[in-house]
């Protein structure tokens, strides 16, 4: 995760490859090269990461928040909304962290929701660790993003 928080996303992917080849069940390991590969603009292989995630843990909401965030990046929006509603609707029988929400939204590139759903992240404290996160890069510009950094006693 180091690598693609610092941006070195080549060094990224070859990392988490090596790491998946050993432990190839490893949900977290598949989501991050997706994640690698998304960056890289290598869109088939950061999907089918991604969706190899969700089949290694099913439970686990972030991996389908990435998949949003990437197929929209892929320009595929009517599967990455189709996937958002899949969010949706798991949100209605259990939980789904907001920053979840955040990430697919910043993917979609709608600002209001991703804020909103950014400033619940920041409610309850789940947010800190993702900040620097390559899937918010586009909306840093953005004034609302540097309120929620000094909110966090962050520097903006």
């Given at each position: 995760?180091?690598?693609?928080?610092?941006?070195?996303?080549?060094?990224?992917?070859?990392?988490?490859?090596?790491?998946?080849?050993?432990?190839?069940?490893?949900?977290?390991?598949?989501?991050?090269?997706?994640?690698?590969?998304?960056?890289?603009?290598?869109?088939?292989?950061?999907?089918?990461?991604?969706?190899?995630?969700?089949?290694?843990?099913?439970?686990?909401?972030?991996?389908?928040?990435?998949?949003?965030?990437?197929?929209?990046?892929?320009?595929?929006?009517?599967?990455?909304?189709?996937?958002?509603?899949?969010?949706?609707?798991?949100?209605?029988?259990?939980?789904?962290?907001?920053?979840?929400?955040?990430?697919?939204?910043?993917?979609?590139?709608?600002?209001p929701q991703?804020?909103?759903?950014?400033?619940?992240?920041?409610?309850?404290?789940?947010?800190?660790p993702y900040?620097?996160?390559?899937?918010?890069?586009?909306?840093?510009?953005?004034?609302?993003?540097?309120?929620?950094?000094?909110?966090?006693?962050?520097?903006?």
């Amino acid at each position: 995760r180091g690598y693609l928080v610092s941006k070195q996303y080549e060094q990224a992917t070859i990392s988490l490859q090596q790491a998946a080849d050993l432990n190839a069940t490893d949900y977290f390991i598949r989501m991050v090269l997706g994640q690698a590969f998304e960056q890289r603009k290598m869109f088939d292989s950061a999907l089918f990461e991604l969706r190899t995630a969700i089949s290694l843990n099913p439970r686990s909401s972030r991996p389908r928040a990435l998949l949003v965030h990437a197929l929209a990046s892929a320009g595929d929006t009517a599967a990455a909304i189709a996937e958002l509603h899949l969010l949706e609707e798991r949100l209605k029988v259990g939980y789904v962290p907001a920053l979840d929400f955040a990430i697919a939204y910043a993917g979609l590139g709608d600002l209001p929701q991703t804020f909103l759903w950014l400033n619940r992240a920041c409610d309850d404290h789940s947010i800190r660790p993702y900040l620097m996160d390559p899937g918010f890069d586009r909306i840093r510009s953005d004034p609302r993003y540097g309120v929620l950094m000094r909110r966090l006693h962050l520097p903006a």
